[in-house]
């Protein structure tokens, strides 16, 4: 019996659509808290992100009062506000990261009002019970204590100390000792020290009348008040380039692979080119990395590379977890088509399609409510607004080849890359130290 097979021809790529940005309203209050409102009528929902600088404040007593920022108020219990938020259709829920302290959440249009009532009591008068706290410290000194044992924890904690030095975002996890050492008082002292609205941006999108959601904001939380001033992070250093650092992981049957290369902000010129760059490399499934090391030998599951923007600086991050015995070989090949962008720019199909997945993860983040929302609050973070996408998407359109192969060259080479990797030292050192230097450090460190 002889079956034949036929190939079937894909259709050619649509047409790209065109970047349609809604409306957007803003009005700062006198208390300097900054509200963005974005009608999108979709669903009779409303998305709340509210960003508050943070920078620098004790990692510790941070994480932990971001977990306990709702427990409760001098009005309210953890559990009235909860029951109050449901009432609504909603919730809210905070954490923090190097830069802001984020409290998200959502509801039903005609609950907003509410929902910001409880936002401005949380704001101006968390009490942080000391029962909540100790349950709430319980509970993220385990979720930490596990983290500690996961490769991918390991590997990140190493790359941020070799990549940051001395900067605040070098240590971004407290230890669980310090957590345990944090007690109500602490967090009472640094809520009024810098939970303040001053550089705080409130964003909400949703079924609202733009002007009428500005003027509840107002209501709810003039009142906000706070002294401080926002803390400004010292720009992150530029990367020092030196022997590769292996962390040693004993017994480890997979290595982690973690490359850190510069990258420029949002607004740089050279950010659009960048981007593309990137995704032609290692940023999405179709990207050059991923064929290498995944389709074609098959070293690892899911190699991915991203830029990562953070107010005080940008980097990218490449990212692989591959089997110890093909360590080396692993890393060899990530150099290799590093090396190869910038040497051999993407052709006409290559660029293409990295620019279409670029311009339609544009429209993708615009396609819901909260994924609107967060986009907002991201860009108002690092103060820009959501017309800056229209001149991003422009740029992206217009770039060349010979754009992305300068962008790789002067900021994907490997001569720059800061390169971690964590594993069994003994087993993979010798295949490592053929590449180049190799400095080796116990994961504790």
Same mark, same amino acid.
């Given at each position: 019996m002889t079956t034949e097979t036929t190939t079937r021809t894909l259709p050619p790529l649509g047409p790209v659509r065109r970047l349609k940005l809604p409306r957007q309203v803003e009005r700062t209050l006198d208390n300097g808290l900054t509200v963005i409102v974005v009608r999108r009528p979709a669903v009779p929902l409303v998305e709340l992100r509210l960003g508050v600088p943070f920078g620098r404040a004790h990692l510790a007593r941070g994480t932990l009062l971001a977990q306990t920022l709702l427990a409760g108020t001098a009005a309210m219990s953890s559990n009235r506000i909860a029951a109050e938020l449901q009432a609504v259709g909603g919730g809210l829920s905070a954490g923090v990261d190097p830069d802001r302290l984020m409290v998200s959440g959502f509801g039903l249009v005609t609950g907003l009002d509410r929902m910001l009532e409880i936002l401005a009591d949380v704001l101006t008068g968390a009490t942080f019970p000391a029962d909540e706290v100790a349950t709430e410290r319980a509970h993220t000194v385990d979720r930490i204590e596990m983290a500690q044992s996961q490769p991918a924890h390991l590997a990140r904690v190493a790359l941020l100390r070799r990549i940051y030095g001395r900067h605040p975002y070098a240590v971004q996890t407290p230890e669980p000792d310090q957590l345990r050492a944090v007690r109500p008082a602490a967090l009472r002292r640094l809520h009024a020290e810098r939970v303040h609205p001053q550089g705080a941006v409130l964003v909400l999108v949703g079924d609202v009348q733009p002007e009428r959601a500005l003027d509840a904001a107002e209501r709810a939380l003039a009142g906000w008040r706070g002294d401080g001033q926002p803390v400004e992070l010292p720009s992150t250093p #530029?990367?020092? #380039?030196? #022997?590769? @650092?292996?962390?040693? @992981? #004993?017994g480890s049957v997979q290595s982690s692979l973690r490359v850190a290369l510069p990258a420029v902000p949002r607004t740089h010129p050279d950010h659009a080119a960048l981007q593309l760059a990137n995704l032609v490399f290692g940023g999405y499934f179709s990207s050059r990395w991923v064929e290498n090391i995944r389709e074609d030998k098959g070293y690892t599951y899911g190699p991915h590379s991203v830029v990562e923007h953070s107010a005080a600086g940008s980097v990218l991050v490449a990212s692989a977890d591959v089997a110890t015995e093909v360590t080396g070989p692993a890393l060899l090949e990530t150099v290799y088509e590093l090396g190869r962008l910038a040497s051999l720019p993407p052709g %006409? %199909? %290559?660029? %293409? &399609? =990295? @620019? @279409?997945? =670029?311009? +339609? *993860?544009? &429209?993708?983040?615009? $396609?819901? &409510? $909260? +994924?609107? $929302? *967060?986009?907002? *609050?991201a860009y108002a973070g690092s103060g820009l607004r959501l017309d800056f996408l229209a001149e991003h998407a422009a740029r992206l359109a217009k770039a060349t080849a010979d754009d992305v192969a300068e962008a790789a060259a002067r900021y994907l080479a490997p001569a720059q890359a800061v390169t971690v990797v964590l594993g069994d030292a003994e087993r993979i050192a010798p295949g490592l130290a053929v590449l180049g230097p190799v400095e080796t450090a116990p994961a504790s460190t």
């Open positions: #530029p990367l020092e #380039p030196g #022997p590769l @650092r292996l962390v040693d @992981r #004993p %006409e %199909e %290559e660029l %293409e &399609q =990295a @620019r @279409r997945y =670029a311009l +339609g *993860s544009l &429209q993708l983040g615009m $396609a819901t &409510q $909260a +994924g609107l $929302a *967060s986009l907002t *609050s």
